[in-house]
């Protein structure tokens, strides 16, 4: 099934995601990936893994990477900068990440940037969660942030912005239902050409908001056990106030497991 969100923005997503900081992120899932791992990690998964940028840098800390994504556009960016780089051996998967199917399993599962927010309903994030935890071996590290409700009701809200960056303006309604808990993000994207004049390209997605206790409970539900919840890169205990939640988890398999399957 085809992916029409980010079919405009994939070409110019980094660009606009610019207060974004990749390298303090890619640093901080390999701290947790290493400073929890049981074993040696060397195959991570990179789950709604958006244009690569994160999953190449986790490739620079050593590690064989695998990229899912349903958006055929954003891993159009991401095998283009492989190419260009020269990179051959990063495995690009063009897959629902309530629906993925692997080759085997994975030794760490990282999944960042409000992914799971993009699961509107708590069904898919339990299938979400069932998957990377099929997936990963006994005791594998499964690492991923969530938006939170602060950040909805309070930075998201019915607000509207304006990103900015070398010739692409991206023009951002808000819409968000406190019933629902679903925020509408309207992007009007404009792209200069060489001429002058812009390209314009209309946008909708939509986010789920989810109290910290749902994501608790679906972790528990398929047989993660949690080992931190924090507010930002320097493991800071989660608060109320946060706008992310980073959660770390371990992948517990054994015959009481929710999910364990005998070999």
């Not at 991570?44 to 994160?54: F, R, Y």
Request: glycine share 6%; aromatic share 12%.
């Amino acid at each position: 099934m085809a992916n029409m969100q980010y079919s405009s923005l994939a070409k110019v997503y980094d660009l606009l995601n610019f207060g974004c900081d990749y390298k303090g992120l890619s640093d901080y899932l390999a701290h947790e990936i290493k400073e929890n791992e049981m074993c040696k990690t060397q195959l991570v998964l990179d789950l709604a893994c958006g244009t690569g940028k994160l999953t190449l840098m986790l490739r620079e800390h050593g590690y064989d990477m695998t990229g899912v994504d349903l958006s055929e556009d954003m891993l159009s960016v991401a095998r283009e900068e492989c190419y260009k780089s020269g990179i051959n051996d990063v495995l690009w998967l063009c897959q629902d990440m309530t629906e993925f199917e692997l080759y085997g399993t994975v030794d760490a599962c990282v999944c960042s940037l409000d992914s799971i927010n993009y699961l509107t309903k708590i069904s898919d994030v339990k299938k979400c969660f069932s998957l990377v935890y099929n997936y990963l071996i006994p005791d594998g590290v499964f690492v991923f942030d969530i938006n939170t409700p602060h950040r909805f009701q309070n930075v998201y809200g019915n607000n509207d912005y304006i990103l900015e960056q070398n010739g692409t303006l991206c023009a951002w309604q808000n819409q968000y239902n406190e019933k629902t808990k679903l925020c509408h993000f309207f992007l009007s994207i404009f792209t200069e050409n060489q001429d002058g004049s812009y390209t314009r390209n209309d946008e909708i997605q939509r986010e789920k908001c989810y109290s910290r206790r749902q994501i608790e409970k679906a972790l528990l539900d398929c047989g993660f056990e949690i080992i931190g919840i924090y507010g930002d890169l320097n493991h800071t205990p989660a608060t109320d106030t946060d706008e992310k939640w980073y959660f770390t988890v371990r992948c517990k398999k054994n015959e009481n497991s929710p999910n364990f399957k005998a070999n």
